[in-house]
Each structure stands twice: as structure tokens, then as C-alpha cells.
């Protein structure tokens, strides 16, 4: 699917940015996650929220599991008004401003608060504002954190970079990612996320990496058994929505509209924190394999990470000099 990307000078110019719309209005959201999984139900949760607090002057028509497309085709449809909001990965963004690829960069984040010192940088700040400036989207909220990723594999856990190197990894189809896994040492298969459980099934890839919550609701681990927590990446969820549309509304329901989002991503956790535990020992009973992973395996990863990052550069995939800046912020 391809669409011609407008700015919001040319979206002004063909008066798409009219005034504050005093008529109801219905936006479609998006998501590519199964009905059970935390996100979808937050993602039902916000636009419930939406339509409650506007009193039904906004409504949100939300469809989960890919059925509007891969993630790619429905940032890209956000890029010219076709479609008026998204919520999943926060990396998604990078189909737009390929610098959103930095969460995606494995271990580079020490630990979580290393992750928010960098979302709450003038780093980030500074591609939010392209993101509205050139592509048409903005971000309403970024606080709904997830698990952080782990490794599944099919036949034991992940003790060092041997034990998968030149294994074909499942990976969305965000540049950064497929270099990230080039990085260590795996070979990068991209597969939508829709199609990743088959595609595991039929042995397409070797492995794949999961943020922790989205093992069980995937279903990933009745095929790869081995669950590595390898603490890869610290990811989150944002809620994205066509600046084009969020400016037709008034202020008042712009406020409100923000609020529900943070508000969902407040719930998004607290669903998190309650189905942890009880979903693992469901798999833990299906024969499920958990393990850690010591310090020492994580900073060897890091290491050939770190040894890519001018292979990223040169590739426009990180900005120069923005490595060292994050390491800075630990």
C-alpha cells in the first residue's frame, strides 16, 4: 500500500485544517494485536473513554488484529488523513522519521529508567515534532510501557551471542529492527506480526523476541518454548493520531482526547501487572521454559551492538553522535 505523504502546510493549503468542528465526529483506529492481548482491551478502554467524556461529540470505531493492515500500511494511511488514529509500538513511527528507530536498537538501554531518560530528552521531543510537522501525526500519549522484549527460541534458552548467531529471526518490517538483529549476529526475516504465528509454525524463522506481556496473548510460545528474559529492548505503546483530524476538534475535546489516552495507557499497566503472573504459570503448566539472563551475556550483546552503530550511521539509520549521547543519560 502506497499513499503520497502531505505536510501540514499542504494539508492548510486544501483546507483540511478547517476551524473547530462543532459537528459530531467519528474517527477509525487502528491496531494489529489479538483481541485478548493488554493492548487491544486499553486500546477499547480509550476510545470508550473518548466517547464518555466528549459526550458522543467524538467517537472511536476501533479495529484490532491487522484488519486495517500491517503497521506500515496504517501509519502511512494516518501520513495523509485516510485513517484517523493507531495504537501500538512506539518504534512504529519510523516508517516516518526512520530516527524513531532508536527503541528498536537492541540493548542499547541499560534499564528502564535509562529508556524514559531518553522519551523525556529534547532527543525525542525533537521527532514528535517532525512527526506532526512533516507526516501528519501526532503522538497523544507514550506512557504505556510494556514488558521488556525477550528472546523465544525452540530448543533452549539464550545463555550468549553464540547460541543464536546465523539463526533467521522474525522482525517486523522497521529498518532499525532488521539491522538490529544484523547486529547480533542473527539473520533477520521480516514477517507482519499477523502472520508470525504461522510463519513460525512452518518453520520461516528460527526465533522471534516478544515484549514480555505479548507472549501468552500471541500464543508465540507453543511454538518456541524457550522464553529468554533478555531485557532487548524497553518497549512501549503510543497512541497516534492524524494531526489533521485532532485540529478539527476543539480545545476543550483536544484536552479531553489527551487526557483518555494517558488515562488508557495508566490502565494498559495496571492490565499488564495483574496478567503477568497468572499467565505465566498458565504456561509454565504447558511446558513453557523460563529463563534469565545474566549481566554478563547482556554487555557481551551490547558489545557487537556498539560495534554497528557506525554501520547505523552511515546507513541514516541513527544520527551521528546520538550513541554517545544516550549512553550519556544512564
Same mark, same amino acid.
Given at each position: 500500500?502506497? @499513499? %503520497?505523504?502531505?505536510?501540514?502546510?499542504?494539508?492548510? =493549503?486544501?483546507?483540511?485544517?478547517?476551524?473547530?468542528?462543532?459537528?459530531?465526529?467519528?474517527?477509525? *483506529?487502528?491496531?494489529?494485536? !489479538?483481541?485478548?492481548?493488554?493492548?487491544?482491551?486499553?486500546?477499547?478502554?480509550?476510545?470508550?473513554?473518548?466517547?464518555?467524556? %466528549?459526550?458522543?461529540?467524538?467517537? +472511536?470505531?476501533? @479495529? /484490532?488484529?491487522?484488519?486495517?493492515?500491517?503497521?506500515? =500500511?496504517?501509519? /502511512?494511511?494516518?501520513?495523509?488523513?485516510?485513517?484517523?488514529?493507531? +495504537?501500538?509500538?512506539?518504534?512504529?513511527?519510523?516508517?516516518?522519521?526512520?530516527?524513531?528507530?532508536?527503541?528498536? +536498537?537492541? *540493548?542499547?538501554?541499560?534499564?528502564?529508567?535509562?529508556?524514559?531518560?531518553?522519551?523525556?530528552?529534547?532527543?525525542?521531543?525533537?521527532?514528535?515534532?517532525?512527526?506532526?510537522?512533516?507526516?501528519?501525526?501526532?503522538?497523544?500519549?507514550? &506512557?504505556? *510501557?510494556?514488558? !521488556?522484549?525477550?528472546?523465544?527460541?525452540?530448543?533452549?534458552?539464550?545463555?550468549?551471542?553464540?547460541?543464536?548467531?546465523?539463526?533467521?529471526?522474525?522482525? !517486523?518490517?522497521?529498518?532499525?529492527?532488521?539491522?538490529?538483529? /544484523?547486529? +547480533?549476529? %542473527?539473520?533477520?526475516?521480516?514477517? $507482519?506480526?499477523?502472520?508470525?504465528?504461522? =510463519?513460525?509454525?512452518?518453520?520461516?524463522?528460527?526465533?522471534?523476541?516478544?515484549?514480555?506481556?505479548?507472549? *501468552?496473548?500471541?500464543?508465540?510460545?507453543?511454538?518456541?518454548?524457550?522464553?529468554?528474559?533478555?531485557?532487548?529492548?524497553?518497549?512501549?505503546?503510543?497512541?497516534?493520531?492524524?494531526?489533521?483530524?485532532?485540529?478539527?476538534?476543539?480545545?476543550?475535546?483536544?484536552?479531553?482526547?489527551?487526557?483518555? #489516552?494517558?488515562?488508557?495507557?495508566?490502565?494498559?499497566? $495496571?492490565?499488564?501487572?495483574?496478567?503477568? =503472573?497468572? &499467565?505465566?504459570?498458565?504456561?509454565?503448566?504447558?511446558?513453557?521454559?523460563?529463563?534469565?539472563?545474566?549481566?554478563?551475556?547482556? #554487555?557481551?550483546?551490547?558489545?557487537?551492538?556498539?560495534?554497528?552503530?557506525?554501520?547505523?550511521?552511515?546507513?541514516?539509520?541513527?544520527?551521528?553522535?546520538?550513541?554517545?549521547?544516550?549512553?550519556?543519560?544512564?
Amino acid at each position: 500500500m502506497t @499513499y %503520497t505523504r502531505l505536510s501540514l502546510a499542504s494539508l492548510l =493549503a486544501a483546507g483540511l485544517l478547517a476551524a473547530p468542528a462543532s459537528a459530531d465526529v467519528k474517527w477509525t *483506529f487502528g491496531g494489529i494485536n !489479538p483481541p485478548g492481548a493488554p493492548v487491544t482491551q486499553a486500546s477499547k478502554r480509550f476510545a470508550e473513554l473518548v466517547t464518555e467524556r %466528549t459526550e458522543g461529540r467524538v467517537q +472511536i470505531d476501533f @479495529y /484490532e488484529g491487522s484488519q486495517l493492515g500491517s503497521g506500515p =500500511a496504517q501509519i /502511512e494511511a494516518m501520513s495523509v488523513g485516510a485513517q484517523e488514529g493507531y +495504537i501500538s509500538s512506539g518504534s512504529n513511527a519510523s516508517n516516518l522519521v526512520k530516527e524513531f528507530g532508536v527503541v528498536d +536498537i537492541p *540493548f542499547v538501554f541499560e534499564d528502564q529508567d535509562h529508556f524514559l531518560a531518553f522519551m523525556e530528552s529534547d532527543l525525542a521531543a525533537g521527532l514528535q515534532q517532525r512527526l506532526r510537522d512533516e507526516f501528519n501525526v501526532r503522538i497523544l500519549a507514550t &506512557n504505556w *510501557f510494556r514488558l !521488556p522484549r525477550v528472546f523465544l527460541t525452540k530448543e533452549s534458552c539464550v545463555e550468549s551471542p553464540e547460541d543464536i548467531a546465523g539463526k533467521r529471526a522474525r522482525s !517486523p518490517n522497521l529498518p532499525m529492527f532488521v539491522a538490529g538483529w /544484523e547486529s +547480533i549476529g %542473527t539473520v533477520p526475516v521480516t514477517i $507482519s506480526y499477523g502472520e508470525t504465528y504461522m =510463519a513460525l509454525s512452518q518453520g520461516v524463522a528460527d526465533m522471534a523476541e516478544s515484549a514480555g506481556e505479548q507472549v *501468552f496473548s500471541s500464543k508465540f510460545y507453543e511454538v518456541l518454548p524457550y522464553v529468554t528474559d533478555a531485557q532487548m529492548m524497553y518497549p512501549q505503546n503510543s497512541v497516534y493520531v492524524a494531526e489533521s483530524a485532532f485540529q478539527q476538534l476543539s480545545d476543550e475535546d483536544k484536552a479531553i482526547v489527551t487526557q483518555a #489516552a494517558e488515562d488508557a495507557g495508566d490502565y494498559f499497566v $495496571s492490565l499488564v501487572e495483574e496478567q503477568t =503472573a497468572p &499467565n505465566r504459570a498458565t504456561m509454565e503448566v504447558e511446558g513453557v521454559t523460563f529463563c534469565e539472563m545474566s549481566a554478563e551475556t547482556r #554487555a557481551a550483546f551490547s558489545a557487537k551492538v556498539a560495534a554497528s552503530v557506525p554501520t547505523f550511521e552511515e546507513e541514516g539509520l541513527l544520527p551521528e553522535g546520538w550513541w554517545d549521547q544516550i549512553q550519556a543519560m544512564k
